[in-house]
């Protein structure tokens, strides 16, 4: 079945740091993928998505490059902020069935001034 | 994308009892889905809710524990029974318009605790 592996936090950086959080998946077919953000008490928002090989999602400075190759899809941000202390989650659909989401274990980031 | 409300937003609740969660969304939506977040995890997905028909459940879910309704294209509602401190988590309603590409849109989430 499908499934999202995502590096494990926590993960801690100062302000203007690089950011990698590495996530790569094993899915039937094509995918698309998310990467998904969840700030302190609140709920899922969409970060950015990619919904076929060599596509790039962006959003608010993160980038994530779908490689088919490699199945991976790691988020990038050339320089953190204080206010992208959140937890981060890569997830996937697949397309076949019920289109749900899978998503990975998510990582904890916590960027310190 | 579509907007969603999920009520309530948290509730603290005696073992034994029941509580409903309801989303509405703004706009009409084939699949909706039911995910239970546990402290410091991630999500899983409960049960997929179409209009019409009977949800589907995923493994290790069951409907006397998580029945769903879902009677139009707008609305739908997850009840967690006769709940135990292990049901204690945050639950999400999704839905996704239909169309692949455009993704999914979230509610805020139930935050339940029971005691």
């Known amino acids: 079945g499908d499934s999202v592996t995502q590096m494990e936090g926590p993960v801690t950086l100062s302000e203007e740091a690089f950011l990698t959080i590495n996530c790569t998946y094993t899915?039937?077919?094509?995918?698309?993928l998310f990467w998904y953000v969840q700030y302190p008490g609140e709920g899922l928002q969409l970060l950015l998505k990619?919904?076929?090989?060599?596509d790039k999602g962006s959003n608010k400075g993160f980038e994530a490059t779908y490689r088919k190759e490699t199945t991976s899809f790691h988020l990038e941000k050339g320089s953190v902020q204080v206010s992208d202390s959140a937890v981060y989650f890569c997830?996937?659909?697949?397309?076949?069935?019920?289109?749900?989401?899978?998503f990975g274990k998510g990582t904890k980031l916590s960027v310190i001034p | 994308s579509a907007v969603i409300s999920q009520k309530p937003s948290r509730d603290i609740c005696q073992r034994g009892t029941s509580l409903t969660i309801q989303c509405q969304v703004d706009?009409?939506?084939?699949?909706m889905f039911w995910y239970r977040q546990q402290p410091g995890q991630s999500l899983t997905l409960i049960a997929t809710?179409?209009?019409?028909?009977?949800?589907?459940?995923e493994s290790g879910f069951v409907i006397d524990k998580f029945p769903i309704s879902r009677p139009n294209l707008t609305f739908s509602t997850l009840t967690v029974s006769n709940m135990s401190p292990e049901d204690s988590s945050i639950y999400l309603c999704?839905?996704?318009?239909?169309?692949?590409?455009?993704?999914?849109?979230f509610g805020s989430g139930t935050r339940l605790t029971v005691v």
């Open positions: 990619a919904t076929k090989a060599d």
């Open positions: 997830a996937l659909s697949s397309g076949a069935g019920s289109y749900q989401l899978t």
């Open positions: 809710a179409n209009q019409g028909s009977e949800a589907t459940y």
């Open positions: 899915a039937t077919g094509y995918p698309s």
């Open positions: 706009s009409q939506v084939t699949m």
């Open positions: 999704s839905v996704r318009s239909g169309e692949r590409i455009s993704g999914y849109t």
